[in-house]
């Protein structure tokens, strides 16, 4: 496939005069590869070696983890998470009440690997602020850095679930679920699974659950715009440049990602760089191969690349809207991604099948199979649905095909 690198050049003039001069933005750098191959990168006020909270685009990367266990036999989709987590055996389900005081009834069927997988699992984060489970998370700490992984699954089986698994969608810490379970099935970390069998296969030198004294310099500020985040806003948080941007996170040994975590948040604790997470996307862009690295079979990428939601249905069919509620028409979600299954619905140009996810700090990319395409982009502005940034590079990346 052939593609027009003077259309990429108009879409970094159309980037830096809308969001980084217009203040929108602290910056942007972002990759684009076609067949494998790396054809566009452009760094707008980032050194080529920054590093980046990534946040939840930490989750396709436990859920390659945990294919990877899938291949080799030593789980199935269908496996109850109690196998491992016996806690897990007997959830309760919400059935009314206030955060004081919750009606419960007996789930449906236990919670099942796939169901994590595709967040049908009836978990939640606390930072929703939309239900009275999300208050009990809060309360209790549940998704806190502070608190190891299976410290932290024990406190979320206490707590009822949002829905019986596999009935609808919410987005959650399923994912932290999921990393707790590549831990127990492998028998190492979650951060020395990582290491071994994909960071150093992959060449991502960069890409750790915390920032060490050597590479402090090269992490980026976090910013904010207070008015739009439901993450929390340091008080008197310096402002970021001359718009609405304020600093909430930087380099500093205080800062959230300069020390190793408790918890090995598989579902948003990673940092990494626009290289090392673009050798990721190779990697899928490729079938699950780099340079002579097979991580994962083409079948197996296949698979989980299909709408795996209970009946078929999309996600407007059957979720709980994380901001836009028009963003999850004609949007399915596979195993660890998001689906496109109706480009049209979605009113942006890509192909059927396309898969994609972000981070809270407005970190994104998405991939193309049909047209063996990826894109990833970086920046640090929270939260990820403050601009419209994800839409426009659709559109201007499809043009130049």
Known sequence: MTINTEQLFQADRFIHEKYVKGGLLPGFAWSVIVDGD???THHDRYDEDAIFRIYSMSKPITSIAMLMLLERGQV????PVHKWIPAFEHLDVFAGGSSLAMRTEPAQ???NIQDLFTHTSGLTYGWMFNHPVDHAYRKRGIGSRTKPLAEMCELLAEVPLLFSPGTAWNYSLATDVLG???ELIS???????FRTEIFEPLGMPDTAFHVDDARASRLVPNTAIPSKSPFGVPPNAPSFGSGELVIIDDNRETGEFRSPPAMLSGGGGLTSTLADYTRFLQMLVNQGELNGHRLIGSRTLQFAGLNHLPGGAALSDI???ISDPADQVGMGFGLGFSVVLEPAQQRIPQSTGTLAWGGAA?????WDPVERLAVVGMTQVMPSWANDLGDELRQMVYAAL
């Open 38 to 40: 790396v054809v566009h």
């Open 76 to 79: 199935r989709l269908a496996d």
């Open 180 to 182: 707790h379970l590549v």
């Open 187 to 193: 028998g190492v970390s979650l951060d020395e699974f």
């Open 319 to 321: 979720g709980v809207p």
């Open 362 to 366: 407005s970190t994104l990319f998405w």
């Open 109 to 111: 069927r236990a919670m």
